[in-house]
Structures are given as C-alpha cells and as structure tokens.
C-alpha cells in the first residue's frame, strides 16, 4: 500500500460519489460487479470497512427515500451570481448529519472542487455600539437560522468557482454523514455566473433603527441628537466592505438621486431650521462639496414654514432638471398633503405617504421652477415621478387626492394597521415635452389592479419598468413586493427573487442586467440585495450584498451610480447657516 494511495484516499468523498451515483437508479443497476470494482480501486486495508457502508448505501438508494433531504437555503436554485461579488456564505439545514461534504462540478468538464463542513453555525456581524438603545432590539437569529450549517468559501476557491460557471451551471451537492462514515442526507442545487458585470458601485443610505418618545406620546424616528448616526456609503461589489463618504451631517437628509450619466448628483435636505425645503444640486466628483450656492431652497419665498416641499425628487439623464412632488398652492398646511405615523416598534418604524401633490420640474438653467401640465390636477395626488432614459416621458403613481387624517379616525399602531389611511396608487406615463406635458396614460398591469403600485424605475434601455406592489400606500411596507412590467405597459410578473418580508428601495444597473433592493427577510435591520434581469425580463433569486453595514443598522436607498468604484471618496455638506461641517472619511 503505497503513500500515494493513502493520501488521496477519503472514504467520506467516495461514498458522496457513489451515492449520486446510483440514487435514482432501479435496484437492478446495483451489481456485485459495481461494487467490486470501486472496491478494487481502494487499498486493501479499507475495503472491508467502506464495502459494508457502500453496500448499505446500495441498498438504501435503491428506495425513493435512499437519503433524507437537506435544506439548502443558500443560495437558491437556479440562482445567477455576478462576477467578481465577494464568496457568499451557503446554508443548508439538517438534523440527520453530523459532517458534510460539499462538491461542486461544472458543465464545462473541468476538476470538480470538494470541501469538508465541520457544523459551523451561522454568525451575525459586527454591531454598532452607538446604534444600541432601548428602543431596539440586538439582533438575533431566527429559528430557522440558527439551525443552519454554513461553509464559505476562500477566495481563491470562489475565484475558481466563478470562473468554471460562467454562463452555464454549477452543480452543488451537499451530502451529511453520521459520525463522518455513513452517507444519511443529501441534497442539491444548481448557480451559474453572469457574463454581465454589476459595473457600477451602489450608493446608499446607512441608518440606525432608534424611534424615540417625545411629550404628549409623540414618537420620531430617531431623536435629533442621533442624527449624526446616519451615514452614506458606497460599495464595490468585488470588494468586502463598503466605504463611508458622508457622515456627522448636523441637519438631516433623505432622498438622494444621480442623473443616468453619472454627472450630477442631487439630494432633499430639511435644513438647518427642519424646514425640509432645501435640495443640494451637485456635479459628481472624487471629493464633492455642498455649499450654499448649490442649494435650491424649494419654498416659493425661501422662508421657514411654507408648503411648497419637494419629495421623492429625482435628477433628469443629463442632469438639467430635477422633478419633484410638491403639495401645490391650494394648501396652507404641509402636514395637510402627507399621511405619516411613527412607532415605537424599530422593524417598521414609519408610515409615510402622499395624499395630495402635484408634479413640477426645476430647471437648472432657469433658476425656475413649474408645474408639470398633465401631471398638476388637485384632483389627485401625483408622486414618485421618474424619467425616462431619454428623458422624454416620464413615468409617476396617481390616486385621487384625499385628506390624510379624516376626522375621528383612530390612530394607527403599526404598520399594515386598518386604521392607517387607506390609498393606492396607479402607475401613468406622461410625455415631458420640453416641459409642456400632455395627457398622463395609464400603465397597464401597472393600475387598476386592486392594488398599491408606485416607486416605478425605469431601466436604462428603456424596456422594463419594475415597481412595487403593496395593499396599501408605497413604499417600506411589510408586504410590498417588486413586479416588473414592460414600458408601455403589458402583463406583470413578480419577480423571483422577492423574499418573504418587504422588498423596495430598488436601482437599475446602468447596462440593465442588475438591480439593487432592500429586503427585512433576513434582519429586521434592512439589508441589501442583487437580482440579474434577462432580456425577458425574468429575475433569478436574490443574492445578499453581504457585509453592507454592522448587524444593527439598516441599508436604505440603494441607488447605482454610474461612474468608476472609487468615483466618489468624500463628500462634505456646510449648510445654510453656516452650522459645523460634515464630511465623510475616506
């Protein structure tokens, strides 16, 4: 018995081998003769011990319950992951199996890879230890996660893997053993690489989850003092963690955008009095400064405490205009044009919604600001605008104009409550026209469905429109899922890789073949999410951005921008009043 021999020779691996070899098979298939010539391939020592678990085997595949399933919860079958992502981590559940075997095979013939799961548990990540309050929770595994085994990858394993999957299937077995002899569970899943790269870094909105009491019962989602704790960040998906560019902003700031060229960057900030009339208009840059100059203050007067409040604003493809949701000149009140309720519960914290609005477009040239005429009725409410890639038409949610709170209607207590105000919105298309409008259209699959569709985003060869879908009002609710639809409307699908609890916050790959999303399914502390899109438009399962921020902070506003990974470094805010500057490090 030569060393040779020995050192290549691992009884757990050749009895994975031959389970899939024969399971599946009649009884008949499993000849003396198969089981004589894998014994003579081993050394005589072995043989004896390896031929009465392969027999048992033999026997027990030759029944369509030869091996007790395993779990395979990550990835999905069928999943696509991008090239160059990071090694994501697989689960799987089994209570039969004490060790593991997994073994990956290719379709292009090259060397399958084995690895060897010992039962590492699933962890979480770091935390935040600014982001702990009373009003939250730490994370923790559910149920279902803390029974999973796990095996990541190194990355030169990873790299190796992606490079024998590009465009066709890898097939992953993964195979339990009881006291690392006897083949007990098995299952398996099939992935492939893209050949289409993410190629855009994705900037987003890091947030704590900290609601806090105010006098009179009265709840904010995050006290005033704590609003340094919001960071933006940017992320290169090859690289493992993400890069802050903006932290320390002593006034808050919610919305942001980017023009499809990668040119101007635009973002609502409520000022240094909450008056939540200033946007900042930028052109995109390594190090990017907002000044006052750059600041659009979209109150009519520039005073504190008028109506006139942009949301959801969205920067055009070249940068030009900015259209945004205004409450209109008919109302006095701001609060008269938005239902919101805060609560004390940290995994959905906020319900925000328009009921009044209208369309305008600000033109950066001009200095001038106007309705949009189509778009500008009283009648309805006319919100989360987007523009097409060519910046022709653009694509918006309507319902009919209500009041936010009607008399006596009881407060809400959590999301999805009843009592919350109840409205949906339809999607329409209107052309822009220079700013002249026209006749809004309704989308079909996209309206009139019985229920809530908004958030559109249109994506960059013009041919897809995937928005979210929800029983009531938009956006991070706990049952909003993403649907796609064709531009000019058509049959919608809900797309694969929604997961189990809220899906929005959604960004189109500038070559359309990616989108980015947020998603609780794992964390009440949102995180983020990939899916590839076809030419057809079907979606494959979502693949965790892992790594995105500490495990008690949440990901919001996802947006891909289209620039190089490390176009932006830095970004640094001196607000209006000349208050304390906020930068980001690099």
């Given at each position: 018995m030569?060393?040779?021999?020995s ?5 757990a691996?050749?009895?994975?081998e ?20 894998l014994l003579?391939a081993?050394p005589?020592?072995?043989?004896s011990r ?6 048992l085997?033999?026997?027990a595949?030759?029944s369509p ?14 999943s ?6 990071t ?31 010992k039962g ?11 982001c702990?309050s009373?009003s939250n929770?730490a994370?923790t595994?559910?149920p279902q ?6 095996w ?6 990873w790299?190796?893997?992606q490079?024998?999957?590009?465009g066709a ?12 002899q006897i083949?007990?569970?098995q ?5 492939t ?11 987003y909105r ?6 806090s ?8 989602p995050l ?8 960071h933006w960040?940017i ?5 493992p963690e993400?890069?802050t ?9 919610n919305c942001?955008s ?14 240094p ?5 200033l ?14 100059n ?15 409040v ?5 920067v ?9 949701t ?5 109302l ?18 906020q ?5 009044r ?10 200095g001038l600001?106007?309705p ?11 919100t989360?605008?987007v ?10 949610a ?9 008399h ?8 999805n409550?009843?009592n919350?105000t109840?409205?949906?919105?339809d999607?329409y ?11 809004a259209?309704p989308?079909k699959g ?17 041919k897809?429109?995937v ?15 993403l ?6 409307g058509?049959t919608?699908r809900r ?19 990616w989108?980015?999303?947020?998603s609780k ?10 899916t590839?899109?076809d ?7 979502a693949?965790?951005?892992d790594?995105a921020t500490?495990?008690n902070?949440?990901?919001?506003l ?10 932006i470094q830095?970004i ?15």
């Amino acid at each position: 018995m030569g060393h040779g021999q020995s050192s290549w020779y691992r009884p757990a691996k050749h009895q994975s081998e031959f389970a899939r070899l024969i399971s599946g098979r009649p009884r008949a298939a499993l000849t003396i003769v198969t089981l004589v010539l894998l014994l003579c391939a081993l050394p005589p020592v072995k043989q004896s011990r390896l031929a009465m678990s392969l027999s048992l085997q033999a026997f027990a595949a030759s029944s369509p319950h030869a091996l007790s399933p395993i779990s395979i919860d990550y990835p999905e079958d069928g999943s696509i992951f991008p090239p160059g992502i990071t090694p994501p981590t697989f689960l799987w559940r089994d209570a039969a199996g004490t060790t593991w075997d997994i073994d990956i095979s290719f379709a292009d013939h090259s060397a399958p890879i084995h690895a060897v799961s010992k039962g590492e548990r699933m962890q979480l990540g770091s935390i935040d230890p600014d982001c702990v309050s009373d009003s939250n929770a730490a994370p923790t595994l559910t149920p279902q996660q803390a029974a999973a085994w796990t095996w990541k990858p190194d990355a030169a394993t990873w790299t190796a893997i992606q490079a024998h999957s590009v465009g066709a299937q890898a097939d992953l077995t993964v195979t339990g053993y009881r006291n690392g002899q006897i083949a007990s569970s098995q299952s398996h899943i099939t992935f492939t690489t893209s050949r289409d790269d993410v190629s855009a870094p994705i900037f987003y909105r890091d947030v704590p989850l900290m609601p806090s009491s105010g006098n009179g019962g009265s709840v904010a989602p995050l006290a005033d003092s704590n609003i340094r704790l919001i960071h933006w960040r940017i992320r290169d998906i090859r690289k493992p963690e993400s890069h802050t560019v903006l932290s320390d902003m002593p006034t808050c700031a919610n919305c942001h955008s980017f023009s499809a060229d990668g040119k101007t960057f635009g973002m609502d900030i409520d000022g240094p009095a909450n008056d939540k009339g200033l946007y900042a208009v930028v052109p995109v840059k390594k190090t990017m400064t907002i000044q006052s100059n750059d600041v659009v203050h979209w109150n009519t007067d520039g005073k504190v405490g008028t109506v006139r409040v942009g949301f959801m604003s969205q920067v055009s493809p070249t940068g030009q205009y900015v259209l945004s949701t205004f409450a209109g000149p008919a109302l006095s009140r701001m609060i008269d044009s938005y239902y919101v309720t805060n609560f004390m519960d940290y995994r959905f914290l906020q319900v925000f919604f328009p009921t009044r609005g209208i369309l305008e477009y600000y033109n950066r040239a001009t200095g001038l600001r106007e309705p949009l005429p189509g778009a500008d009725d009283p009648k309805y409410v006319q919100t989360d605008g987007v523009w097409s890639p060519d910046g022709k038409y653009i694509v918006f949610a309507r319902a009919d104009a209500r009041d936010p709170r009607p008399h006596g209607q009881p407060g809400a207590t959590h999301a999805n409550d009843l009592n919350e105000t109840q409205i949906q919105y339809d999607l329409y298309r209107i052309p822009f026209n220079d700013g002249r409008g026209g006749r809004a259209e309704p989308i079909k699959g996209a309206s009139q469905n019985g229920m809530s569709n908004n958030f559109p985003k249109i994506s960059p060869d013009g041919k897809w429109i995937v928005f979210v879908q929800c029983k009531n009002g938009q956006l991070m609710r706990p049952d909003s899922q993403l649907y796609i639809v064709p531009a000019a409307g058509g049959t919608p699908r809900r797309l694969r890789a929604n997961t189990r609890l809220m899906n929005s916050w959604h960004s189109w790959s500038p070559n359309s073949r990616w989108l980015v999303f947020s998603s609780k399914a794992r964390s009440p502390y949102t995180q983020m999410y990939l899916t590839h899109i076809d030419e057809n438009g079907d979606a494959s399962p979502a693949i965790l951005i892992d790594n995105a921020t500490a495990s008690n902070r949440a990901v919001n506003l996802p947006e891909f921008v289209n620039i190089d990974p490390d176009g932006i470094q830095q970004i640094e805010v001196h607000v209006a009043d000349g208050a304390e500057r906020a930068s980001g490090s690099h």
